[in-house]
C-alpha cells in the first residue's frame, strides 16, 4: 500500500451542482478524517469517522455536506447545491489510532473549484 | 480563530542560512506534529512529538516540544532550495486526542 489516494485530484463545477470526492486510506486504518484548506490558511477539520461510526462532525460541516464511510474502508465526501465558497482542497488522512496518541497520514487533496 | 499560532507567516532566505519556526499556543495539547506542503499537495508528516520537553532531531531539522506542551518550534540548519515549503503544526486535543488543530502555517523560501 503506498499512502492515502483521492479522487478526483481536481475538480470544476458550477454553482449549483453536486459533487462527491473518493479517499482510500492506508488500508489497515481504523481512522479516517476530512479537512477543509483554504489558500493561505491550514487544514481545517470537517469530520472523523472510526471504523464505519462517524465519531464527529465539525459546525463547518453544513446540511448540504455529507460524509460516510460504509464498510469501514473507503469514504466519501458529497456537497450537495455547491457554492462558491466551498472553493477549497479537501484532504483525506488516516491513521492507526490506538493510545493516547494518533498520527495522520494525508493524501494528495481534490481541488475543488466552483464557477 | 485559529487555536494554534504560528509565526512567521512568511521566511525568505538564502541557502545555508539557519532558521526558527514557531508555534504557540494557549492550550495544552496531547501531541504536536510538523508537517510540509507543497503546492497543490497534502501535507506530509516529518514528526510527532508527544512529551513535554521532547526534542526529536531529523537530519538537519531539530523539533522541541514546550515543556508544558503548549508550544513548539522548528529548527533548520543549513537549509536548502529543496527545504522550501509550507510548514504545518498541528496539535492534538487533550481530551480528544483525534481531533487535531492545525496553524496557519509558515511559507518558507530558500533561495539558492
Known amino acids: 500500500d503506498t499512502g492515502v489516494s483521492q479522487d478526483p485530484r481536481h475538480k470544476i463545477t458550477k454553482r449549483g451542482q453536486n459533487v462527491t470526492f473518493r479517499c482510500d486510506p492506508i488500508s489497515e486504518h481504523n481512522r479516517l478524517y476530512w479537512y477543509r484548506q483554504t489558500l493561505g490558511q491550514g487544514p481545517e477539520f470537517l469530520t472523523y469517522?472510526?471504523?464505519?461510526?462517524?465519531l464527529e462532525k465539525s459546525r463547518l460541516l453544513s446540511d448540504r455536506f455529507s460524509a460516510e464511510r460504509p464498510k469501514g474502508s473507503f469514504s466519501t465526501l458529497e456537497i450537495q447545491r455547491t457554492e462558491q465558497g466551498d472553493s477549497a482542497m479537501y484532504l483525506c488522512a488516516s491513521s492507526w489510532g490506538t493510545g493516547s496518541f494518533d498520527t495522520q497520514y494525508f493524501g494528495p487533496g481534490t481541488r475543488l473549484t466552483v464557477l | 480563530t485559529q487555536l494554534l499560532e504560528q509565526s512567521p507567516q512568511f521566511l525568505s532566505i538564502q541557502e545555508g542560512e539557519n532558521l526558527t519556526v514557531y508555534c504557540n499556543s494557549s492550550?495544552?495539547?496531547?501531541?504536536l506534529q510538523w508537517y510540509r506542503q507543497e503546492p497543490g499537495e497534502g501535507p506530509v508528516l516529518l514528526v510527532t512529538v508527544v512529551t513535554g520537553g521532547e526534542v526529536k532531531k531529523l537530519k538537519r531539522l531539530t523539533f522541541q516540544f514546550g515543556d508544558a506542551r503548549k508550544d513548539s518550534s522548528l529548527h533548520i540548519t543549513a537549509a536548502q532550495p529543496g527545504d522550501t515549503g509550507l510548514y504545518l503544526c498541528?496539535?492534538?486535543?487533550?481530551?480528544?486526542?483525534?481531533?487535531?488543530?492545525f496553524g496557519s502555517g509558515t511559507k518558507l523560501n530558500v533561495k539558492p
Open positions: 469517522f472510526q471504523n464505519e461510526a462517524q
Open positions: 492550550s495544552v495539547f496531547s501531541s
Open positions: 498541528a496539535g492534538a486535543g487533550q481530551s480528544n486526542f483525534n481531533k487535531f488543530y
